[in-house]
């Protein structure tokens, strides 16, 4: 099972920017996807972003787009979330994951996450 370490979450204020970073313990080429999910108290967990490992295209969520930029270096096995223009809303723990879904159902493990919580 991959172990996935996610970092760069904080305190920012509506408006504001943070990067979230991932990093997995092993070669994740395997999978067709990196991926981004949220969960806000109270809520379901959501995907949020995925990148085609291949391809480098991204999907996002309705809610982020516009807004919200995922990538990856393949050569470290890492990804990113360049979230800007955040809103209270996406106060959130978000866990990263790698796979080959957009839905949590894909996934049965996931790291610990890294909390962003935007105020108003």
């Known amino acids: 099972q991959v172990q996935l370490v996610e970092s760069g979450g904080g305190l920012v204020q509506a408006g504001g920017s943070l990067r979230l970073s991932c990093v997995a313990s092993e070669r994740t080429s395997r999978y067709y996807f990196m991926t981004w999910f949220r969960q806000a108290p109270g809520k379901e967990r959501e995907f949020v972003a995925g990148i085609h490992q291949s391809s480098g295209a991204a999907t996002y969520v309705d809610s982020v787009k516009g807004r919200f930029t995922i990538s990856r270096d393949n050569s470290k096995d890492a990804l990113y979330l360049q979230m800007n223009s955040l809103k209270p809303e996406d106060t959130a723990v978000y866990y990263c994951?790698?796979?080959?879904?957009?839905?949590?159902?894909?996934?049965?493990?996931w790291g610990r996450g890294t909390q962003v919580t935007v105020s108003s």
């Open positions: 994951n790698v796979g080959n879904s957009f839905s949590t159902r894909g996934y049965s493990s």
